[in-house]
């Protein structure tokens, strides 16, 4: 009799709730595309980039678009200045790509100011060339436990990188791993950037991204970068790998030294690299 009562309650309960279902459509404000700008400025004799593209909005797919009509300066704490050209040799892949007229190379301890002007808005940046260490050498290692796995398809071998840090400054650095001149990442989210606390006296051994195979080359690019920069990093990383959770922290854009609210980050950092084939 009371599996019977309580059996009738909890239709009658069913009931009342699909009787007072609603549709709720949620309404999702459309932002206007933002400017993304991204560039970098090195130690390196070379024609350096500015990225200009715009944001996408929320419905729609695909990449970022190309800004090919901003007119681009980048001048130095002593003033020399360093106009861009758009896609100056009309690369397939060029739309957006700034690159400097002329070549020229970052000093260390100096400071840059990008200024981007695209129609009636401008948006400037300033960063500062950091000192960074020099790498000491990249070894090869045979990782015994890759044979276990018949896919690694002779992928068996990683890369050790040594070096040392010096410990009477703070310093910031970001890294970059390459295979056969590709950028290679363990999961394509990673980004590779630390502070001196966390690598100690010494980068002893430390492995770089994945495996290599016989006869494969591996390059390591080590950036110095300011504080601003490795903020702006450890924003960006912890918005690539949120599992957006309850426990994740609300989604938001990573902090830049962009004004007039652009999206990116502008880079001038002193960069070392080397080199070592799989033998």
Do not use: W
Not at 63 to 92: K, R
Not at 178 to 200: K, Q
């Amino acid at each position: 009799m009371n599996k019977n009562i309580l059996y009738l309650l909890v239709l009658l309960a069913v009931a009342v709730l699909a009787g007072c279902e609603e549709t709720v459509k949620l309404e999702s404000e459309q932002v206007e595309p933002k400017v993304v700008i991204e560039g970098l400025v090195t130690n390196e004799n070379i024609q350096h980039y500015v990225k200009v593209s715009r944001s996408a909005e929320f419905y729609s797919s695909g990449d970022f678009t190309g800004v090919t009509d901003a007119v681009i300066t980048v001048e130095d704490d002593q003033g020399n200045v360093y106009n861009y050209v758009h896609n100056p040799s009309s690369a397939e892949n060029g739309e957006g790509y700034y690159l400097s007229e002329d070549a020229f190379a970052g000093q260390i301890g100096s400071t840059y100011t990008l200024t981007v002007t695209l129609g009636s808005e401008v948006y400037t940046a300033t960063d500062i060339i950091k000192p960074v260490t020099a790498i000491d050498s990249l070894e090869v290692s045979l990782n015994e436990e890759e044979f276990d796995d018949p896919e690694d398809e002779g992928y068996f071998y990683e890369i050790l990188f040594y070096a040392k840090e010096p410990q009477d400054t703070e310093d910031y650095y970001l890294f970059k791993f390459y295979r056969n001149d590709s950028l290679f990442l363990d999961t394509e989210t990673d980004i590779y950037y630390a502070n001196d606390d966390l690598l100690g006296e010494s980068i002893d051994g430390i492995p770089t991204a994945g495996f290599y195979k016989l006869g494969d080359k591996a390059r390591v690019e080590m950036y110095s970068i300011s504080r601003q920069g490795y903020i702006y990093y450890n924003d960006l990383y912890t918005l690539l790998n949120s599992d957006g959770g309850m426990f994740s922290p609300p989604p938001a854009n990573p902090r830049s030294n962009l004004s007039n609210n652009a999206l990116g980050y502008f880079q001038a950092s002193a960069v070392v690299s080397d080199s070592i084939v799989v033998e």
